[in-house]
Nanobody
Framework: QVQLVESGGGLVQAGGSLRLSCAAS????????MGWFRQAPGKEREIAAA????????YYGQSMKGRFTISRDNAENTVYLQMNSLKPEDTAVYYC?????????????????WGQGTQVTVSS
């Protein structure tokens, strides 16, 4: 059993930063790789970033590289997504997800648990 609660979304101007947090309940948090996905209206859900169970491996979507950083604190059962240099095209609902596996995976099908999503809006 894993429950994920996201926070940190909001409205920000282009070029600004936001830090999303995802707090997990359940004592098996550290056994899962974690991911952040995003979905804009009319578009498919896409991987933003993922991190392995112990933080040793990461993955970033092409447009996020160099701007986003995923991290985790297993002692606090929390995963973060630091988003810098935000662009209007980053506007989406961002979802935290817990993987079925220890290593990173990029498909939504590889994730067993999902948060409710948090809205990120970047204005121009």
């Amino acid at each position: 059993q894993v429950q994920l609660v996201e926070s940190g979304g909001g409205l920000v101007q282009a070029g600004g930063s936001l830090r999303l947090s995802c707090a997990a309940s359940g004592r098996t948090f550290s056994n899962y790789a974690m991911g952040w996905f995003r979905q804009a209206p009319g578009k498919e859900r896409e991987i933003a970033a993922a991190i392995s169970w112990n933080g040793g491996g990461t993955y970033y979507g092409q447009s996020m590289k160099g701007r986003f950083t995923i991290s985790r604190d297993n002692a606090e059962n929390t995963v973060y997504l630091q988003m810098n240099s935000l662009k209007p095209e980053d506007t989406a609902v961002y979802y935290c997800a817990a993987s079925r596996y220890r290593g990173v995976t990029t498909s939504p099908a590889g994730y067993a648990y999902w948060g409710q999503g948090t809205q990120v809006t970047v204005s121009s």
